[in-house]
């Protein structure tokens, strides 16, 4: 690991520490560089704002999940319908798992909502590549009907499911309560998803 890559991720290091100890709109660039034993103007080298380095965090959080993802799309000898289904709920035990832990975070999600809506893009473009993987293998074992645009349904999917990502963006149900609207809405999904001509 060169220099460079390592002053960035001591940045980084710092900057979770404080944000999550005292938010995101609490701590300033300058705090973050004196964590750091560096001039605020050397944070600045490695970061243009505070802002880049929220979305670095997130981006950190992220590869972690996608992870999991592939995986779950890697697995063709199992049921797609039942891996659509994982995928989601590892989705939303995550998500709210990650809030529930640390109620900055959710701060740092808003954030980057509203003043980086292209990373949010960014990242459910991701996630549909795996969802719409998942789908184009239930098409071709007979078990999903048949689809015209696999990456559109995996969009749909998506759209249907959003108050499944983190959760307490939109609600303060319980964990317990969401998992079960979630089966709720998945069992009206997987309907309108198998294929009817295939036996069960």
């Known amino acids: 690991m060169n220099e460079q890559v390592q002053t960035r991720d001591l940045i980084l290091k ?7 100890h005292y938010g995101y709109s609490k ?3 300058a705090e973050i560089a004196r964590d750091c034993d560096m001039s605020a103007g050397n944070i600045y080298r490695f970061f243009n704002s505070k802002l880049d380095i929220a979305e670095a965090m997130a981006r950190q959080k992220s590869a972690m999940i996608f992870q999991v993802f592939a995986e779950i799309s890697r697995r063709s000898h199992e049921g797609a319908l ?15 798992e990650v809030l529930e832990k640390n109620d900055k975070i959710l701060e740092i999600a808003e954030v980057l909502g509203k003043e980086r809506p292209e990373y949010v893009n960014e990242q459910l473009a991701q996630e ?3 969802i719409a993987r998942i ?3 239930g098409v071709d ?10 990456a559109f349904t995996a969009e749909m999917l998506q759209t249907a499911l959003m108050k499944f990502e983190y959760p307490q963006l939109w609600s303060n149900l319980t964990l317990a309560k969401l998992e079960q609207e979630f089966e709720g809405v998945m069992d009206l999904l997987r309907l309108a998803l198998e294929n009817p ?4």
């Open 135 to 137: 789908l184009e293998q």
């Open 82 to 96: 039942f891996r659509l289904s994982e995928f989601f709920t590892k989705r939303l035990q995550r998500t709210f």
């Open 14 to 20: 710092a900057a979770v520490d404080r944000i999550l």
């Open 197 to 200: 001509n295939t036996k069960r």
């Open 27 to 29: 701590t300033t660039m």
């Open 128 to 130: 549909r590549v795996y």
């Open 141 to 150: 074992s007979g078990e999903i009907r048949p689809l015209e645009d696999p």
